[in-house]
């Protein structure tokens, strides 16, 4: 650093691009949400909840490889890739599991917690689903089954049946409409991966 320059609280130009593509959660529909995404909402969550800015680490001069960015992706490695499904997780933390806490939260690692991601997924995400233990007999939601009638023209009644639908190569375009609506929804397509 120069002698002559101001100090800041944001390290380079890099990160202060970064920041600036934060507004983009206004515009972008949830569905398209990337990490950047995700990352802005949850700084927008502390800073409501908090009154305070998010605090980042800044341990690197590429905010594509910061810590931020890697809770991120660990978080959806375990939960969702499904943007819906990850916002949904955050303002439920934000929810439930922040005003519970003795102190301030600081980092944005709580996200990851696996007795908390546990707890979400078993009480919340699968609610209704029959918790974890969703197999090839478990029933597919009404509401998900209409989507998929609609579209395909198919009856479908379990997973077991859903998973084989969605493993039909070529996929047809329909079945793929259908999948993706489903997944607009708040449906996770990686649950048909773990059908046995």
């Not at 944001?10 to 515009?27: A, G, H, L, T, W």
């Not at 209704?128 to 579209?151: C, H, L, M, W």
């Not at 379990?158 to 084989?164: L, W």
Request: with cysteine.
């Amino acid at each position: 650093m120069k002698d002559n320059e101001e100090l800041s609280a944001i390290p380079n130009k890099k990160y202060q691009q970064y920041f600036e593509r934060f507004k983009e959660i206004d515009s972008v529909d949830v569905s398209q949400w990337k990490t950047i995404h995700l990352i802005a909402y949850f700084c927008r969550k502390y800073q409501d909840t908090y009154g305070t800015s998010y605090s980042w680490k800044f341990n690197t001069p590429a905010p594509s490889k910061c810590f931020e960015v890697w809770q991120m992706n660990v978080l959806a490695s375990k939960l969702s890739s499904n943007p819906t499904i990850l916002r949904d997780y955050i303002d439920w933390v934000f929810d439930n599991i922040v005003p519970q806490s003795k102190r301030r939260l600081t980092s944005i690692s709580f996200l990851t917690k696996e007795e908390t991601l546990h707890y979400y997924k078993l009480n919340v995400l699968f609610a209704g689903q029959q918790g974890s233990n969703i197999d090839r007999a478990t029933i597919f939601p009404a509401t998900y089954q209409a989507v998929i009638k609609e579209i395909t023209n198919f009856t479908i009644k379990t997973y077991g049946e859903m998973a084989f639908l969605s493993q039909v190569e070529p996929r047809p375009d329909n079945i793929k409409v259908a999948i993706q609506k489903l997944i607009e929804m708040g449906f996770d397509p990686e649950i048909l991966k773990r059908i046995v």
